[in-house]
């Protein structure tokens, strides 16, 4: 056993060896859903699509704000800010507070003074995939300075004793075991892309730490029989003198995203490309989580995925904030793509079919968009009575509910067209539109929280309605966006028989190593492999790789 002085040197020379050198204001949209602009389409070639990344999305992560770089000020380089105003700039209570986090809804505006390690993550993760895409190395740079600050700053007794989940003036949380394991899942988010970048094999021992912590801190033994493996929220309640929003003893909580993030987060991507013998138990992890949550989250009567279980009154349609139609189709996405890793062909097929269905009742087929939730009937506790396709509808759009039903409809129709709708050829072409349309900041780039049907937004006012959301706080930021335009970008080109280029870097050219299309699968054909060119990845000891995916499904 390594004793703790020697853990601080080890983590240190890691670094070394993993890193080398280092290296206004805009309103959001409201009122009625805009007509569409018959210009905004869907991107067709790898050129429209890099366009599309850097002009609507990139540019908003690619300021000096964004890395975390004011003025004169010295940051630490990865040291990516949790909290940003709608126009980019760093959010500060005392020299920049932007009136829409001031003004944000209690659940929002509670933690704009906590730094938070999963948002930095999450932006960690949004420069992976604008590398994968666009093959740029400045993108590849700013992703490692981030896992670097991860590494050496986030993560406690590197991963062995898991990672922090906020700091508050400079100050680490002291949550212990009331840390959630969703907040875990998005540390291993840009842990596990990175390695699926590079193949750096410096970086498996701190996955390896924080994986093992999770799964072995969080066991939820009484859940995890007949081939489930369940994780509790939290493994403890927080200490006595611990401050609002965390002073709440959240330990019997049973919920979704306690297993849903793992799967979806890292263990999809970690069980195709990381080597023996993590593979192999990653598999079996991801196993034991699909079974949890389709045999203890599912309702059999609407397909709906429950968010929690813990409190029967949450397993009702429209019961519980979290029973959406984005959380559901994220979980059938998720399950079919484990049955594919799994080689489980009836698992894919319930996944596949279950999953067309939800997304067939979240079409709205008067606007071309995604619907957010099903809601109970006025006077009832929900409304699975009469039916699913009796109940009340949210009209109002989240950008990560949206998000996700692009990538589910596109990915589980590419495996066998739903007879109803062709919607990798016309249903998802007019989704595509309404988002471009519709969420993306025309001013500063990026998208919006919510499009609000009917609400208009004044963020000078005091917001309780989630109806003028910031653009960027405390659970937004650089994950569902990127993840979705990397997911369209490979769908479509599947649709259209074209071959997508992605970009990878790799510690030797000569060396075989596994490469995915993300988490789809595909036929892989290395194009070239290459030093990186003079700059920050000059001495990191890695080789630019550019490989060709067809047959993408």
């Known amino acids: 056993m390594i004793k703790p002085s020697a853990t601080k040197i080890m983590m240190s020379k890691l670094t070394k060896i993993l890193f080398g050198i280092s290296s206004g204001f805009a309103l959001l949209a409201s009122a009625a859903t805009p007509a569409l ?78 730094d938070y390690l999963r948002m930095k993550s999450r932006q960690t993760y949004l420069y992976g995939v604008a590398y994968n895409v666009t093959g740029q190395e400045k993108y590849l740079s700013w992703m490692r300075d981030g896992i670097r600050f991860i590494v050496d700053r986030g993560l406690i007794d590197g991963g062995k004793g898991g990672a922090y989940t906020y700091w508050q003036n400079g100050k680490p949380d002291n949550l212990g075991l009331a840390r959630n394991s969703q907040d875990l899942s998005y540390v291993m988010l840009s842990l596990t892309y990175y390695y699926y970048l590079t193949n750096d094999a410096s970086i498996l021992a701190p996955i390896d730490n924080l ?41 019997s909580k049973k919920e979704l995203v306690a297993q849903l993030d793992q799967a979806n987060a890292y263990l999809l991507l970690g069980s195709t490309n990381l080597p023996e013998p993590q593979r192999s138990q990653w598999k079996k992890d991801l196993r034991g989580l699909v079974n949890c949550m389709r045999f203890d989250y599912r309702d059999e009567k609407t397909g709906l995925i ?73 006077g009832q506790l929900d409304c699975e009575q009469s039916g699913p396709k009796a109940c009340p509808i949210d009209h109002n759009r989240d950008w990560w509910i949206y998000a996700e039903l692009d990538q589910g409809a596109a990915t589980l129709s590419l495996d066998k067209p739903d007879p109803a709708r062709n919607w990798l050829g016309v249903e998802l072409l007019r989704t595509h539109a309404y988002w471009r349309q519709n969420f993306f900041d025309k001013t500063y780039g990026d ?57 990878f870097a790799t510690p030797s050219c000569s060396k075989p190593r596994t ?32 490989v060709t995916f067809t047959n993408i499904r």
């Open 515 to 546: 490469y995915t299309p993300y988490n789809l699968v595909g036929t892989a054909k290395v194009e070239s492999c290459k030093p990186f060119s003079a700059g920050p990845l000059d001495n990191s000891g890695l080789q630019k790789v550019k």
């Open 306 to 378: 429950w968010g929690a279980i813990d409190l029967d009154r949450q397993k009702h349609v429209g019961g519980h904030k979290h029973n959406d139609f984005g959380h559901t189709v994220k979980t059938y996405w998720t399950m079919y793509l484990a049955g594919r890793i799994l080689g489980d062909t009836e698992l894919q097929t319930f996944s596949r079919d279950n999953g067309l269905k939800i997304l067939a009742w979240a079409y709205d087929t008067k606007d071309g968009a995604w619907n957010s939730r099903p809601l109970p009937k006025p």
């Open 447 to 503: 998208v919006w929280h919510r499009i609000t049907v009917g609400k208009s937004c004044d963020p000078n006012l005091r917001n309780e309605e989630d109806s003028c959301l910031p653009k960027v706080h405390f659970y937004k930021n650089g994950f569902h966006v990127p993840e979705h335009l990397l997911v369209s970008y490979l769908t479509s080109s599947a649709k259209r028989g074209q071959a997508a280029s992605l970009y």
């Open 211 to 251: 994986k093992s912590y999770i799964f072995k801190t969080y066991a939820d033994n009484a859940s995890s029989t007949n081939g489930k493996t369940c994780l509790k929220w939290t493994a403890s309640r927080p200490p006595a003198n611990t401050n609002p929003p965390y002073n709440l003893d959240e330990s």
């Open 37 to 114: 602009a018959q210009s905004i389409k869907q991107p067709t070639t790898q050129q429209e699509w890099i366009e599309h990344f850097e002009n609507d999305i990139l540019r908003f992560w690619s300021t000096a704000d964004a890395l975390g770089i004011r003025g004169n000020q010295k940051v630490t380089q990865g040291n990516f800010p949790t909290w940003r105003c709608n126009n980019g700039t760093i959010f500060d209570d005392k020299v920049n507070p932007c009136k829409e986090i001031i003004n944000a809804p209690t659940w929002v505006a509670n933690h704009k003074l906590l």
